[in-house]
């Protein structure tokens, strides 16, 4: 072992748990030989060493589950490349279910493995029995079988990985506490020790539970706590033969596989236990938490119905060791936005050693190259309001998380605790017309209205249906009223403001003040940033309205692509609100409320009025296919422009009815037809992008197009009125899958359920597939473009 620091490292790596340890394998495997890793105590003595380190392959999405496959092979040819064995057991996993909603989402996890690759089967009770033979299987309605899934040693995991990258070079110093972050001018510059300082490019934090005090060295924001997080462990028994499959009983809240001939039953309860931040210092070394009967005790009970053997099993011990959770149960992965250089691997929400793989790789990969592997948008380290490193926020979320990781994927399912963080101008007038809020980035917005109770879950038909439709209905028929409040706001201004966004986006950004510009953010590969729209206000001054959970992510870029232009860049997302008045007597009720020259507005243009005695800018623009527009106006003045526009005859409508609505017109939205893995190109979007080029991305771009990419979003509508498709859903042709779906809503203008989808190659319009939800499949007709009004006459007006 090397004693002494570098004076300079490429990249310092703080943390030897499973994350440092794969980052720092995968940075030397990338060629960065000088790459070293710090670790207060000895490597896997915070969490990682104690993992009961299941890997299980399917997530919810694409490339989270492409990730913990690259896991997957990775730890299984891991010995072969080391010498170092890592205790890779492939025994399968098992998944029951005890009601009926249960054995619709392991069938939907079923029909989402298959579009992924992944060998995953229906099996019934009887057959999971054959395979689980100590299981009392009297209430088990049916089973997936997941044969590829498997189990490793974490520790030596670690070790092997660590051994490779010091044969590339790299090296490791134990014993040595990170105990600050040297930053200049909002970047890293080095980290001082225990050891000494050490100068660097760039730091990986790996640090687990203690990475939002690590991140706070740097001014970084981490919101990840831990919770307490245990598992029972049993003497050998009689019936354990060798190594089991992994038995995972989500409704009971448990998984359970064989340990050294006993059990261990590991539960993820309902609520966690949360731990305070300092609680666990540097001494915690190797350490666990006192075991807590009191709380296992209903897991106990039934964990004791799912194995009878356990009442006569001899415990070993009640292991109870920490594990940190994020604000919505995703990992943080990337560069913050505070700080550059800062890059964060963490936050794993008890999926670390399955995860730890495929996100090293990624985070190694951001490192090196500037962006992950493929697209992981969802787990962007610049997601999370700044309200959610608050402590008594994570104190309240985190468990609640926890006890999320088994839930049943309902769909529009909310959380209760850390809510009501941020309110919206007319947070008042919404609750007194009887809002369903849900939470996005910390806002709370009305998902629809009339009806205050909790929904109830459902993966049919939902009980708000009607409620929706009322609201569309509304818009398409007289006048409703869309929130877009918390979409990010970015003010551009100065000299160089159109030369900098002709620099930074993709659209016609010169075009005259009073134009409203729909425009693509690209990066070098061509592929989405972020879609946005830009209000040019004047010569030297455009608006930027960005995604509500976009702002942070969106900001730094811009700001990361403004050096050498004269702009400044200013988030004004609090001061405006903005009210999407849309319908066909939204012209009457502009011209009632005093603005009628908005009428003379031409479609895509912005221009100033006065609604209600307020100033306002308003856009001719729509975002669900109906005429109106986009009204900012200062946050204070939103309630009483609000009350004239209902008095005159608007009625407020939710998220959910604008969702049904964009599907219907087959508009694409971040985070589900558009990421980082897709250009304008196969997103239909090319029409807005400058083929003269001149912006980050054009020649990656240009080079699509002549390579022959082809638009690869399609709308879809469904024979059936009844089917509920929620995104995800596999697309079959011909027994073939040939695509997945992204947005799915009922359209109630078209009176089918829709859905916008990628399919992976050219299809043409009025081809017939099946989508398949859960195992069952349905029939439906794919559209090239929108399903509602294609023209666009009712919303140009
Ligand atoms: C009971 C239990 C069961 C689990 N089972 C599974 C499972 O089946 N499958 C699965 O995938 N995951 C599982 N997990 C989760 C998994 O173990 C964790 O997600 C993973 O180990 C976290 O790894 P890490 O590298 O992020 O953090 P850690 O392993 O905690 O490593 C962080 C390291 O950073 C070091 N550090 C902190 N601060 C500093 C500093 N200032 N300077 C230098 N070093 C510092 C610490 O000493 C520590 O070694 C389980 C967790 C628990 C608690």
């Not at 974490?154 to 990170?178: M, N, Q, R």
């Not at 009887?434 to 009305?446: D, N, S, V």
Request: charged share 20%; glycine share 10%.
């Amino acid at each position: 072992m090397t004693h002494s620091l570098p004076a300079h490292a490429s990249v310092v790596v703080i943390g030897g748990g499973i994350m440092g340890c794969s980052t720092l394998y995968h940075l030397a495997k990338m060629g960065v030989s000088d790459a070293i890793l710090i670790e207060r105590n000895k490597l896997t003595s915070g969490t990682t060493w104690h993992s009961a380190a299941q890997v299980r392959a399917l997530r919810h999405s694409r490339n989270l589950t492409r990730m913990i496959q690259y896991s997957v092979d990775l730890y299984s040819q891991l010995e072969a490349e080391t010498g170092q064995n890592v205790g890779w057991i492939q025994k399968g996993s098992l998944s029951i279910a005890t009601n009926p909603d249960r054995l619709i989402h392991i069938k939907r996890q079923e029909a989402l493995a298959h579009a992924y690759g992944i060998d995953a089967t229906s099996i019934s009770a009887d057959e999971a029995r054959e395979r689980w033979p100590l299981m009392n299987a009297e209430d088990v309605l049916g089973a997936v079988w997941s044969p590829d899934d498997g189990r490793v040693s974490p520790s030596d995991v670690c070790a092997a990985l660590i051994k490779a990258a010091k044969g590339l070079g790299a090296k490791l110093f134990e014993d040595t506490g990170v105990t600050g972050i040297l930053t200049e001018n909002g970047r890293v510059r080095g980290v001082e020790t225990t050891q000494g300082t050490v100068m660097c490019d760039a730091i990986a934090l790996c640090t687990g539970l203690w990475s939002r005090e690590v991140g706070a060295m740097a001014g970084a924001e981490v919101p990840a706590l831990a919770c307490e997080h245990f598992y029972l462990l049993t003497k050998p028994i009689d019936g354990i033969v060798g190594n089991t499959p992994t038995l995972s009983d989500h409704d009971n809240h448990l998984y359970i596989r064989d340990d050294s001939g006993g059990l261990l039953v590991g539960c993820f309860e309902p609520m966690g236990k949360p731990i305070a931040p300092g609680v666990l210092d540097e001494t915690f070394e190797f350490g666990l938490l006192p075991e807590d009967w009191d709380h296992f005790e209903p897991m106990m009970m039934n964990a004791l119905h799912r194995l009878p053997a356990l009442e006569t099993a001899e415990v070993k011990m009640l292991l109870n060791g920490p594990e940190s959770f994020t604000p919505d149960g995703t990992f943080m992965l990337g560069e913050t936005a505070e700080t550059r250089g800062l890059f964060l691997g963490c936050g794993m929400n008890s999926v670390g050693l399955a995860s730890g793989g495929g996100a090293g790789m990624n985070l190694a990969h951001a490192i090196v190259h500037g962006r992950t592997a493929y697209d992981l948008g969802e787990a962007d380290a610049k997601r999370f309001a700044p309200v959610f490193n608050n402590i008594d926020h994570l104190m309240a979320r985190a468990p609640e998380i926890l006890g999320t990781h088994y839930d049943i994927a309902f769909p529009g399912k909310q959380l209760s605790t850390a809510r009501s963080l941020r309110a919206l101008p007319l947070d008042t007038e919404y609750q007194a017309a009887g809002a369903h809020m849900g939470q996005f980035y910390g806002w709370e917005r009305p998902l629809y209205f009339g009806k205050t109770k909790d929904p109830r879950l459902t993966f049919e038909r939902p009980d708000w249906f009607e409620n929706v439709r009322a609201e569309v209905m509304a818009a398409h028929e007289s006048a409703a009223i869309f929130d877009a409040s918390p979409f990010g706001k970015i003010e551009v201004q100065g000299p160089d403001a159109e030369a900098f966004l002709l620099h930074s986006c993709a659209g016609f950004m010169g075009r005259a003040p009073g134009s409203v510009i729909y425009t693509s953010v690209l990066n070098e590969r061509g592929t989405f940033e972020s879609d946005i729209t830009a209000q040019r206000i004047a010569q030297d001054h455009y608006r930027l309205f960005v995604g509500t959970a976009a702002i942070k992510r969106d900001l730094a870029w811009f700001r990361r692509h403004a050096e050498g232009f004269d702009v400044t860049l200013a988030d004004s997302t609090e001061d405006y609100a903005v009210l999407g008045l849309m319908g066909p007597e939204a012209a009457r009720i502009v011209a009632d409320c005093g603005a009628p020259e908005l009428n003379n507005l031409g479609y895509f243009k912005v221009g100033p009025a006065h609604i209600a005695g307020k100033h306002v800018r308003a856009a001719r623009m729509s975002y669900v296919g109906e005429a109106g527009w986009e009204i900012t106006m200062k946050s204070e003045n939103a309630p009483a422009i609000y009350a004239a526009l209902t008095a005159a005859g608007a009625r407020p409508a939710g998220l959910f009815a604008q969702t049904s609505m964009r599907i219907e017109k087959g508009f694409c939205a971040m985070g589900h037809e558009l990421d980082s893995d897709v250009s304008p190109i196969e997103t239909g979007l090319d029409f807005a992008t400058r083929k003269k080029g001149g912006f980050i991305g054009a020649e990656a771009l240009a080079e699509r197009r002549a390579n022959g990419a082809v638009p690869q979003v399609v709308s879809l509508k469904l024979d059936d009125v009844a089917a509920v498709p929620l995104g995800h859903e596999p697309i079959y042709l011909n027994g073939e899958i040939i695509g997945q779906t992204t947005s799915c809503a009922f359209g109630y203008r078209v009176g089918a359920p829709v859905a916008l989808g990628h399919v992976h190659g050219a299809i043409a319009d009025g081809t017939r597939v099946q989508v398949d939800i859960a195992r069952t499949l349905f029939d439906a007709t794919v559209v090239i473009g929108p399903l509602f009004d294609p023209n666009g006459s009712r919303m140009k007006g």
